[in-house]
């Protein structure tokens, strides 16, 4: 057994342990966390960092929530699981009923996955049984943008990137999907790109099967904010074409980027949308499908009868419950009014940096804001530069940037920005 020493566990987490997008043979080293409480991480050498990522995206209540604990105990008490084939429960039900509240309107049927890129596989099989079921079993190829993330699963990677993406080593056994160009921001030339997008959407048609987009924002794609307009756009050749309309939420849901979903700011409805990340503020992993009643019943019509898909973990209850008790949270608070003010103060603390040295671009959208380099950011000396500032960070390309608790005070929000900037200093 490994003696329970820091420096032992940390020994086979190096020689053993798997992270993120990291190598075997050459790992990059890991901090040792030991709990977790509002916004701050307790470090094994006992320091506090306050968490600037809220572990990607979404932890927006802070850690160790009295309410979110509580819903998690209480449920563990009556059931952690069953499955979900010819069995139902409470928990799922009601976040099912929740989700399609507040959702855009239209959205009414509710698919529960166990992750983010999962969701995505979910998406996508009803956007290519919906066209089987409704005469065009020809219809296979997605439209989507360039510098789009959508998860590591193959589905989801065949509509990542192809170039910058993580996953151009694979291309030759994804499927070949169509991209049209990155949205434009709202300074740039939006109409030049919806007669573009247009143009490619209306050559595909015969082969086109769906769009999928994240709205609003890209996020692990590159962090790049876009013209709600460019939304309205693609509802309307999906309309004209009869694609599918499929928004990826997973990072900009409950309220992250200032309005509850992203697609509100542009007042579009998509016809299936992904949501992940946030839904159960952080506790576990749970993922939501919605779509339409014609997308609904279009897929039952194909030759199948039913959605392709069903995982073990479907629907799981402690889940489900955690994530009501995250959806009564964001209700009780303000959100808005929580989000709008972490937003002024990533305006104030980040700006500045905008004339440093090797700053070429600033911008912050809702609770959600990024300093741009002109390189490569050197991960380790950025994370320890913001580490010794007291906040947990991490880069990723040429981006330094931070998606903090909606619950971080104005005090938190202004440490995370010194922190930034000391990490784009040593970047
Ligand atoms: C994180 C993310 C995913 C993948 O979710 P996982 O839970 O990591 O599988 C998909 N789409 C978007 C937009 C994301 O940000």
Not at 63 to 87: C, D, I, K, W
Not at 167 to 193: C, K, N
Not at 199 to 224: F, S
Not at 352 to 380: S, W
């Amino acid at each position: 057994m490994i003696p329970a020493d820091h420096g032992s566990l940390l020994d086979f987490d190096r020689d053993h342990v798997w992270h993120p997008y990291t190598s075997m043979t050459d790992p990059a080293p890991v901090r040792l966390v030991t709990s977790a409480s509002g916004v701050r991480l307790r470090m094994a050498d006992g320091s506090e960092l306050v968490d600037a990522m809220s572990s990607w995206w979404a932890a927006l209540h802070g850690y160790n929530h009295p309410t979110l604990n509580a819903a998690l105990v209480e449920q563990a008490g009556r059931m952690s699981h069953v499955m979900f084939g010819g069995l139902t429960h409470e928990p799922a039900i009601r976040l099912a009923e929740r989700l399609v509240e507040v959702s855009p309107a239209g959205l009414e049927h509710v698919f529960l996955a166990d992750s983010g890129s999962v969701s995505v596989e979910v998406a996508i099989k009803m956007v290519l049984q919906h066209q089987r079921g409704t005469g065009h079993p020809e219809r296979t190829r997605l439209l989507t943008v360039r510098g789009g993330y959508h998860g590591d699963t193959f589905g989801a990677m065949s509509v990542c990137d192809p170039v910058g993406g993580m996953h151009s080593m694979f291309t030759d056994v994804l499927a070949p999907q169509l991209f049209a160009e990155r949205p434009p921001s709202a300074y740039d030339d939006v109409a030049g790109w919806a007669e573009a997008f247009r143009a490619l959407a209306a050559q595909h048609a015969h082969e086109l099967a769906g769009i999928i987009v994240e709205p609003l924002l890209q996020g692990a794609g590159g962090m790049h904010i876009y013209d709600p307009a460019c939304l309205r756009v693609m509802r309307e050749v999906a309309d004209e074409h009869a694609l599918v309309l499929v928004f990826d939420e997973i990072a900009t849901g409950f309220g992250r980027t200032g309005t509850f979903f992203a697609a509100d700011a542009a007042g579009v409805a998509p016809d299936v949308l992904c949501v992940g990340k946030a839904l159960t503020g952080g506790y576990l992993t749970l993922a939501a499908v919605l779509c339409t009643g014609a997308v609904a019943r279009g897929l039952s019509a194909s030759e199948t009868g039913v959605l392709m898909h069903g995982p073990t973990f479907m629907g799981n209850p402690l889940a489900c419950a955690v994530a009501l008790a995250s959806l009564d949270l964001l209700e009780a608070g303000d959100w808005a009014a929580s989000v709008a003010r972490v937003n002024a103060g990533l305006v104030a603390g980040l700006e500045p940096l905008r004339h440093r040295a090797g700053v070429i671009d600033v911008r912050t959208i809702g609770a959600v804001g990024v300093v741009q380099l002109d390189h490569a950011v050197d991960v380790v000396a950025a994370t320890d530069a913001a580490v010794a500032a007291g906040v947990w960070i991490r880069p990723f390309r040429d981006q330094i940037y931070t998606m903090p608790p909606y619950i971080s005070t104005d005090d938190d929000v202004a440490l995370i920005c010194r922190a930034i900037g000391r990490a784009a200093e040593v970047a």
